[in-house]
Each structure stands twice: as structure tokens, then as C-alpha cells.
């Protein structure tokens, strides 16, 4: 962009040169910018998905001898691929958080209908 006749000088100007992975704002889109912005509305869109995953486990799932609410992925996925294709994703999401726990890395529709997710 630094060579394109067509940029803005002054747009360029303010930005700099290169950034080193020790600096603290390498990997990072420049403070208040749209890309940062997009960043933090993808953010906050994937956290009400993940809100929502838990809600439709408690009111589909039934409650165990340990008090926890569990679910089977088949019973699941039957409910929610209805409200979003993306369940297997933003399950992951879940458990990275410590909301949700299953056996195994990835959920796969048929072969892991009967792993059972337990909402913690």
C-alpha cells in the first residue's frame, strides 16, 4: 500500500513500518479501528451462541444424580441445528470456557450421537 498512487499519504503516514513479535500490539488491529471493532462484535455474537447452547442444554437435557443437567450430542444436535449450523463449534467454544463437558476432541453427527455433554 506504501507504493500505491492511489492511497492517502496521511492514512499510511500513521501507521507503522513493522511490528516484532515482542511488541504488545503485534497480531493486533490498530486501537479503534473497524477491524478491531469486528473483532469485538464477532466476540460478543459468539458468547450469546454459547449462552444460548447452555440454555437449550438445561431445557432439553435432564438432571443426573450429580445435580448436573447432561444431554446426549444426537439430542442435541437435533434441537439446535435447527437455531444454527454451527453446534459442533460453538460446543467447542463451550468447553473452552469450562461450560460444557464430552469425551473426545470433535463431535461428528451419526458416530457420536451417543456421547453425553454435561453442563457445568
Known sequence: Q???PFS????????PVHTHRGDPTYGRPPEG???EQRGKD???HVGKEVEELC???RRTGEVGEDGH???TFGQLFETYVTISNKVVGILLR???HGLVHFEGEMLWQGKDDDVVITLL
Open 8 to 15: 492517502s499519504e496521511d492514512r499510511l503516514a500513521s501507521k
Open 2 to 4: 506504501r507504493k500505491n
Open 69 to 71: 443437567v447432561s444431554v
Open 94 to 96: 463451550a468447553r473452552k
Open 42 to 44: 464477532a466476540h460478543s
Open 55 to 57: 440454555l437449550i442444554i
Open 33 to 35: 479501528s473497524r477491524t
